[in-house]
């Protein structure tokens, strides 16, 4: 089975940066995926690792250790905008195709 | 990236009805997936739906209570059955493009009375 853990929610400053971390314990790991989902929109794609390593896109930046089943999602320059859930989610191959397993997800408040 | 669109966006529904929601792709895609949201939750997926095959549903899912459609490479419908208040929940429906991405309907914001 699948389990995938991140803070509940967290707060930050304009313009400061947050590191969001995900923890998670799966089998058939097939990639971490990082969505982004405003109050009452649908979740919008962020980011996917695969490999160990840092991934650099613009102001956010995803991390994966495979080996300690850990991830973070690093966000720079925060702006009011950025006020949003994150959502942590693990790819599982099943029978031959991808499938998302998310995590119950980290609510961020950004502050003036 | 794909266009996808849900009907109904929202509804209330009583106790025992069933509900079908549509959700259209302005593009073909092989494997499209349902998920369900209830409030304050995170994403549960409830099947994935191949066109041409039938539905593969997750476990606590059945056929019976939420039965797909995939008539074709860019529509299916998801049907809640015999509701109760517990299926109140947020539906959405996404599909694969490219090997990995993932991208989401608008929702369907479904409430039983």
């Known amino acids: 089975g699948q389990n995938i853990d991140q803070p509940t929610e967290m707060t930050a400053t304009e313009g400061a940066i947050v590191q969001i971390n995900c923890t998670y314990q799966t089998s058939g790991f097939n990639g971490l995926f990082w969505y982004q989902q405003h109050a009452g929109e649908a979740p919008t794609f962020l980011s996917y690792n695969v490999l160990d390593g840092l991934e650099e896109k613009g102001r956010f930046s995803s991390f994966l250790s495979r080996s300690k089943g850990y991830s973070y999602l690093l966000l720079k320059e925060l702006q009011m905008k950025d006020s949003a859930s994150y959502l942590c989610?693990?790819?599982?191959?099943?029978?031959?195709?991808?499938?998302?397993?998310f995590g119950t997800g980290t609510r961020l408040l950004v502050s003036p | 990236s794909a266009v996808i669109s849900q009907k109904p966006s929202r509804d209330i529904c009583q106790r025992g009805t069933s509900l079908t929601i549509q959700c259209q792709v302005d593009?073909?895609?092989?494997?499209m997936f349902w998920y369900r949201q209830q409030p304050g939750q995170s994403l549960t997926l409830i099947a994935t739906a191949n066109q041409g095959s039938e539905a593969t549903y997750e476990s606590g899912f059945v056929i019976d209570k939420f039965p797909i459609s995939r008539p074709n490479l860019t529509f299916s419908t998801l049907t809640v059955s015999n509701m109760s208040p517990e299926d109140s929940s947020i539906y959405l429906c996404?599909?694969?493009?490219?090997?990995?991405?993932?991208?989401f309907g608008p929702g369907t914001r479904l409430t039983v009375t």
């Open positions: 989610a693990v790819g599982a191959r099943n029978t031959g195709f991808q499938k998302l397993v």
């Open positions: 996404s599909v694969l493009l490219g090997s990995y991405e993932q991208y």
């Open positions: 593009s073909q895609v092989t494997m």
